[in-house]
C-alpha cells in the first residue's frame, strides 16, 4: 500500500494570493496570516503574487484569469462576507463558492479557500487572528499541501 500525502514546504512554488478589499480591516488580517504561514514554509517573496479586488464576487473571474495563463501553481482567495439583513449573503456566498470551485476543477490548479462566512463582525475578528485562529494561515497551509501531494503523487 502507497499513502500520498502532500508535504508542508513552499519553497519554489509561485503563488498567486487573490484578496478582497470589501472588509478590508478582516481581510488585511487574513492575509497577514497567509503571508506568515508561507514565509516560514519557505515561499520565497518573488514568488508571492498579490491581486486585489473590490470584493469576493471577483475573486473567481480573476482566479480563472490567472489559472489560464499559468502564471501561478495555485492560488489561495481570501476575503469577508458577513451576513446582512438581506439575502444578498447567501446569493453572494453561494456564487463565490462555486466560481473558485469550478476553476480548480476546470483548470486543474488548486484553488484554496479562505474566504470566510459569518453572521457577524465578532466572529470574523475571531477568525482573522483572535481566539479562533487566521483562517488565511490555515487557507495556506491547505494550499500548499495541496500542491505538494499534486506532485508527490504525480498527478499533475
Given at each position: 500500500m502507497k499513502i500520498y500525502e502532500g508535504k508542508l514546504q513552499a519553497k519554489g512554488w509561485k503563488i498567486g494570493i487573490i484578496v478582497s478589499r470589501f472588509n478590508d480591516f478582516i481581510s488585511s488580517r487574513l492575509l497577514e496570516g497567509a503571508l506568515d504561514a508561507l514565509r516560514r514554509l519557505g515561499a520565497e517573496e518573488a514568488n508571492l503574487f498579490i491581486y486585489r479586488v473590490p470584493g469576493s464576487f471577483e475573486i473567481p473571474l480573476i482566479a480563472k484569469k490567472l489559472a489560464k495563463l499559468k502564471k501561478v501553481d495555485g492560488l489561495l482567495c481570501l476575503g469577508v462576507l458577513i451576513r446582512g439583513d438581506?439575502?444578498?449573503?447567501?446569493?453572494?456566498?453561494?456564487?463565490?463558492?462555486?466560481?473558485?470551485?469550478?476553476?480548480?476543477?476546470?483548470?486543474?490548479?488548486?484553488?484554496?479557500?479562505?474566504i470566510l462566512t459569518v453572521e457577524t463582525i465578532e466572529q470574523a475578528m475571531e477568525r482573522a487572528g483572535t481566539k479562533s485562529?487566521?483562517?488565511?494561515?490555515?487557507?495556506?497551509?491547505?494550499?500548499?499541501e495541496m500542491l505538494n501531494l499534486i506532485k508527490e503523487a504525480e498527478l499533475g
Open positions: 438581506t439575502p444578498h449573503f447567501d446569493f453572494l456566498s453561494a456564487e463565490i463558492t462555486k466560481g473558485i470551485a469550478q476553476v480548480s476543477l476546470e483548470e486543474g490548479i488548486p484553488c484554496s479557500f479562505g485562529g487566521n483562517k488565511g494561515w490555515d487557507a495556506a497551509m491547505s494550499l500548499v
